[in-house]
């Protein structure tokens, strides 16, 4: 299979190299699949370099006959640094023309350790006691955990106009199936405390950890599903290196 050709190449070239100095996040795009309660949509992932760490952008469409329903889009755009220890989140924005949810624009400023920024109408300033995430760089923070060693067992993430603790499990391996091909997968789980919604990344280590599959259910209820349709590792800027 083409992509199992892929995966080999990718693995030796931009992993197998790094073992010593510690494995780094490698750029890439993804497309995933999409089942949020009732409707479906395409999620489209990117991951690029920038001169002091990466922007990861994730958007969220409807498609099909969910466009009767739904309109618009969910665009996220997290900027972070990285070093040997993990990754740094630089700068958050979020906005979402499908739901009522409020727009985001917040920066982390680790010099006064505080994050800034607007919800909505609302200006927000949060008090920061060590490392904090946002919703897209956990994900990347994760991947870099599982790359050099394995997840913690806690993270701070940013939750509307406050900081909660999210507690990670590690859920074992099976094996999955998706549009992109079939793999052995390590399941990762996060709950925010005081939340219904639980998250779970079934990631893949010859992708670089990337999740081929996220899960999220609220009240034990399945309302969202995303399964990887296509992956295709870029130079960093967005340029396809296929």
Same mark, same amino acid.
């Given at each position: 299979?083409?992509l199992?050709r892929?995966i080999v190449t990718m693995t030796a070239?931009?992993l197998?190299?790094?073992?010593?100095?510690?494995?780094s996040l490698?750029?890439?795009?993804a497309e995933?699949k999409?089942?949020?309660?009732?409707?479906s949509?395409?999620?489209?992932?990117? /991951?690029?370099?920038t001169?002091?760490?990466y922007v #990861? *952008?994730?958007?969220?469409?409807?498609t099909?006959?969910? &466009?009767l329903?739904a309109?618009?889009?969910i665009?996220?755009?997290s900027e972070f640094?990285?070093?040997?220890?993990g990754?740094?989140p630089?700068?958050?924005?979020?906005?979402?023309t499908?739901?009522?949810?409020?727009?985001?624009d917040l920066?982390?400023?680790?010099?006064t350790?505080e994050?800034?920024g607007?919800v909505?109408?609302?200006d927000?300033v949060l008090?920061?006691?060590g490392?904090?995430?946002?919703?897209?760089?956990?994900?990347?923070?994760l991947m870099?955990?599982l790359l050099?060693?394995?997840?913690?067992?806690?993270?701070? /993430?940013?939750?509307?106009?406050?900081?909660?603790? #999210? *507690?990670v499990t590690?859920?074992?391996?099976?094996?999955? &199936?998706?549009?992109a091909?079939?793999f052995?997968a390590?399941?990762?789980?996060?709950?925010k405390?005081?939340?219904?919604?639980?998250?779970t990344?079934w990631?893949?280590?010859a992708?670089g950890?990337?999740?081929?599959i996220i899960?999220?259910?609220?009240?034990?209820k399945?309302?969202?599903?995303?399964t990887?349709?296509t992956y295709?590792?870029?130079?960093g800027?967005?340029a396809s290196?296929?």
């Amino acid at each position: 299979m083409k992509l199992t050709r892929l995966i080999v190449t990718m693995t030796a070239t931009l992993l197998a190299s790094q073992v010593l100095a510690g494995a780094s996040l490698a750029p890439h795009k993804a497309e995933y699949k999409v089942r949020i309660s009732v409707l479906s949509g395409r999620l489209n992932t990117e /991951l690029r370099r920038t001169a002091d760490g990466y922007v #990861a *952008n994730h958007v969220i469409k409807p498609t099909g006959i969910s &466009r009767l329903f739904a309109h618009g889009k969910i665009d996220v755009t997290s900027e972070f640094t990285t070093a040997a220890d993990g990754i740094k989140p630089v700068r958050f924005r979020a906005i979402d023309t499908i739901s009522d949810d409020p727009d985001v624009d917040l920066r982390f400023n680790w010099t006064t350790n505080e994050a800034v920024g607007t919800v909505g109408e609302d200006d927000v300033v949060l008090q920061l006691d060590g490392i904090a995430y946002d919703s897209v760089s956990i994900q990347y923070e994760l991947m870099h955990d599982l790359l050099n060693g394995g997840a913690s067992e806690q993270y701070v /993430l940013f939750d509307i106009d406050k900081m909660r603790v #999210a *507690n990670v499990t590690n859920v074992g391996s099976k094996q999955v &199936r998706t549009k992109a091909g079939k793999f052995m997968a390590i399941g990762i789980r996060h709950q925010k405390e005081g939340s219904s919604r639980v998250t779970t990344l079934w990631c893949v280590e010859a992708l670089g950890y990337l999740p081929v599959i996220i899960e999220q259910h609220r009240k034990g209820k399945l309302n969202f599903r995303a399964t990887l349709v296509t992956y295709t590792p870029t130079d960093g800027q967005g340029a396809s290196t296929q």
